[in-house]
T-cell receptor
Framework: DGGITQSPKYLFRKEGQNVTLSCEQN?????MYWYRQDPGQGLRLIYY???????QKGDIAEGYSVSREKKESFPLTVTSAQKNPTAFYLC?????????????FGSGTQLSVL | GQSLEQPSEVTAVEGAIVQINCTYQ??????LSWYQQHDGGAPTFLSY????GLEETGRFSSFLSRSDSYGYLLLQELQMKDSASYFC??????????????FGRGTSLIVHP
């Protein structure tokens, strides 16, 4: 079955450490997204990518970095510059950037700070 | 930018009908989507409206009025498994010129027996 796989399900970060969240899709979608979800705050856009080797900042990109070297992969790195990283991180994809009325989401990664 | 308002919580009994409202403000509009999310799970797409009117998909319907910047999700014949959070999302322009979904804060629906 096609879908989006996020790993790990739970991740712990020590102070000053960078951590990378994995997102892989086998839907052959061009566009991929990263959202952050905090309790009571809905989903906020971190980064998005419409095509391989291209990505754009979203509303809350500070302290995060991404890469899009392959169509099926869009990893997110939470850097030490992100002072409040504890949140639920959701990766999503759509067929294309102009057809993103329907996003397909992964099951998320819960990141906590030790 | 975009902003969306939806109630934080709605309660209803099994078998009833419930409506979850969403009002939005955006400098450009390309449609309103609805998603369901169970605790700790992935949001799943429910419905999309680009034009005014009602879209029906089984027990769920979604309505849009572009002139009022308003939409709602209607859930009929409520079941216990419908207890979840429901998010509206509007496709509006980002600073980079792309149209990316912006989400509301979500409405927690609690269905009682």
């Amino acid at each position: 079955d096609g879908g989006i796989t996020q790993s790990p399900k739970y991740l712990f970060r020590k102070e000053g450490q960078n951590v990378t969240l994995s997102c892989e899709q086998n839907l052959n979608h061009d566009a991929m997204y990263w959202y952050r979800q905090d309790p009571g705050q809905g989903l906020r856009l971190i980064y998005y990518s419409q095509i391989v080797n291209d990505f754009q900042k979203g509303d809350i990109a500070e302290g995060y970095s991404v890469s899009r070297e392959k169509k099926e992969s869009f990893p997110l790195t939470v850097t030490s510059a992100q002072k409040n990283p504890t949140a639920f991180y959701l990766c999503a994809s759509s067929v294309g950037e102009t057809t993103n009325e329907k996003l397909f989401f992964g099951s998320g990664t819960q990141l906590s700070v030790l | 930018g975009q902003s969306l308002e939806q109630p934080s919580e709605v309660t209803a009994v099994e078998g009833a009908i419930v409506q979850i409202n969403c009002t939005y403000q955006t400098s450009g509009f390309y449609g309103l989507s609805w998603y369901q999310q169970h605790d700790g799970g992935a949001p799943t797409f429910l419905s999309y409206n680009a034009l005014d009117g009602l879209e029906e998909t089984g027990r769920f319907s979604s309505f849009l009025s572009r002139s009022d910047s308003y939409g709602y999700l209607l859930l009929q014949e409520l079941q216990m498994k419908d207890s979840a959070s429901y998010f509206c999302a509007v496709r509006g322009p980002t600073s980079g010129g792309s149209y990316i979904p912006t989400f509301g804060r979500g409405t927690s629906l609690i269905v009682h027996p």
